[in-house]
Nanobody, 128 residues
Framework: QVQLVESGGGSVQAGGSLRLSCVVS????????MGWFRQTPGKEREGVAT???????TDADSVKGRFTISRDNAKKTLYLEMNSLKPEDSAMYYC??????????????????????WGQGTQVTVSS
């Protein structure tokens, strides 16, 4: 049973920083494509950043230059370093794993149905 557990969310002021973590168990983590997604009430879940098994990352345009995705295969942990946060970054952030593409997230890195495993989410709130 694959389990993903996120942590690190919270409330910050605009311009601040947060670091999200996602610990994975129940699968060979190093072979997974991993991603961060976010969702606000009434809107579709959207991709934030993904990372291949070899560390190659893809960022959404809305977060380029501000967010950094990384992974530690030894610790089976995914990270999202978020800097220069804006109120529009407020959302529930979800960690996701794809075990079907051999650890590579492309093509279609932000296509939701490619990801078979999801965490429970961690809330990020950015105030102006």
């Amino acid at each position: 049973q694959v389990q993903l557990v996120e942590s690190g969310g919270g409330s910050v002021q605009a311009g601040g920083s947060l670091r999200l973590s996602c610990v994975v168990s129940g699968y060979t983590y190093s072979t997974l494509c991993m991603g961060w997604f976010r969702q606000t009430p009434g809107k579709e879940r959207e991709g934030v950043a993904t990372i291949d098994r070899d560390g190659s990352a893809t960022d959404a345009d809305s977060v380029k230059g501000r967010f950094t995705i990384s992974r530690d295969n030894a610790k089976k942990t995914l990270y999202l370093e978020m800097n220069s946060l804006k109120p529009e970054d407020s959302a529930m952030y979800y960690c996701a794993a794809d075990a079907r593409r051999g650890g590579y997230c492309s093509p279609r890195p932000f296509l939701l149905f490619e990801y078979g495993y999801w965490g429970q989410g961690t809330q990020v709130t950015v105030s102006s």
